[in-house]
Each structure stands twice: as C-alpha cells, then as structure tokens.
C-alpha cells in the first residue's frame, strides 16, 4: 500500500530547542519525500523536500533525512521560534499520487 | 504571478442539495489536484488531472462526488445530494505535471459547511 505514519501527532517545544517529526511508508517505489507546513486558517505550503538519491538535505534551520532501507524520513527544525507553530505534513510519492502523512501540530512556546 | 484560486471561499448549503466548488490553478500547470481536509486531519486525497489523460478517481468518497477539468485549466468539484459528514475544508492544488515528484500549489481552500 501507499500508507504514511507520521509521529508525533502533537509536539510543543520551548522557544530555541529543536523538533523532530518523523514519516514512515511502506511503498518501496517511493522516491520523493516533500515537507508541508500549514499555519493556522492558511493553506499547505512545501518548505522541504528531499529525492531518494541523497539522505539528507538542508535549508537554514531545516533539515530532512531519509533512511530508504528503513522507510522512513525524519524532518528537523532547530532553533525553534515561535512562528515556526504550524501543522507540519509529510507526504511521499514517486510516479503515483502524493500521499500525505496525517500531521503533526508543532507548538513553539516562547 | 497568480497562485491557485478557489471560490467561493465558503459554502453554507442544506443536505441534500448539490453544490460546485471551482479550482482555478497556476497558468502553465498541467497537473491539478483536489484534497479534502476535515477539522483537524490530514489532507485525504480525492482526484487528480493530468493533461489531457483520463483522471485518476481513485480518492472520491462515493458517487455523489465528481470533477470535471474544462479546457485543461480551471477545474469543478461536484458533490450531489450533499451530507452532513462532507462538510470539511475542499483544498485545489497545482503543479508543471512533469510527474509526482514536483511541488504542489494549493489554494485557499473552500470550506464547506453542510446543516
């Protein structure tokens, strides 16, 4: 199947510290891993996405890893600021449709 | 450029009547993609255009939901006969359609409320 599990569902963080969300799939043909933040009352927008032929990428205070042998990929925010609170999407796909994981709400309390 | 539009930006209807919610994607985006979103949930996929190919439906709840995509650009949702559980928030996204691993625009969103 083309299911994503993604971990944790809520996650609240003190304003400097870091977070990590974590996606696992199972469709091994996967081989395209986007990250979407949505703001409340706003709509998804990708901040990150990482291709099966690298295992990390970075951009600023993001960053994603991905494990293909494990099936899961993993996104990190540091130096947590409060206007990084969102639900966070993950999502995989290759030349199928883009399933996306179920969210996790991030709160960064100041 | 203009991003993804959606309108109307919110739809109060009785159960029962038929609704359309309108998708107008980015110029130049062949690929276009309609998500249902549920207070608090994920993004639960519904259907997807490609160019002139036949869509994928695979994501429609029951046959009270339909897409049609005129043109190759702006794209309807109809859902008949609408009921209560489909009230959520209807969101339209847009990519080049090269292929899956390309980022999606979305739109506003509609939201939909069903008394």
């Known amino acids: 199947g083309e299911n994503v599990e993604q971990h944790p569902s809520t996650l609240s963080v003190q304003e400097g510290d870091s977070a990590v969300i974590k996606c696992t799939y199972s469709d091994s043909a996967s081989n395209y891993f986007p990250w979407y933040k949505q703001e409340l009352g706003k709509r998804p927008q990708l901040i990150i996405d990482i291709r099966s032929n690298v295992g990390e990428k970075k951009d600023q205070r ?7 042998t494990a ?6 925010i540091t130096e947590t600021q409060p206007e990084d609170s969102a639900v966070y999407f993950c999502a995989h ?3 199928q449709k883009v399933t996306f994981g179920t969210g996790t709400k991030l709160q960064v309390i100041p | 450029g203009a991003g993804v539009s959606q ?7 009785e159960k029962g009547k038929d609704v359309e919610l309108r998708c107008d994607p980015i110029s130049g985006h062949t690929a276009l993609y309609w998500y249902r979103q549920s207070l608090g949930q994920g993004l639960e996929f519904l259907i997807y ?3 002139n190919s036949a869509p994928d439906k695979s994501g429609l709840p029951s046959d009270r939901f339909s897409a049609e995509r005129t043109g190759g650009s702006v794209s309807t949702l109809t859902i008949q006969r609408t ?8 969101l339209c996204a847009s990519s080049l359609g090269r292929g899956w691993e ?3 625009y979305f739109g506003p969103g509609t939201r939909l409320l069903v008394l």
Do not use: M
Not at chain 1, 71 to 76: G, N, R, Y
Not at chain 2, 83 to 90: K, R
């Open chain 2, 83 to 90: 009921q209560q559980e489909d009230s959520a928030v209807y």
């Open chain 1, 71 to 76: 099936k899961h990929f993993s996104l990190h």
């Open chain 1, 93 to 95: 796909g290759g030349y």
């Open chain 2, 49 to 51: 255009f490609q160019g």
């Open chain 2, 102 to 104: 390309e980022t999606q």
């Open chain 1, 62 to 68: 993001i960053a994603v890893t991905l494990n293909k």
């Open chain 2, 7 to 13: 309108s109307p930006s919110n739809k109060v209807t």
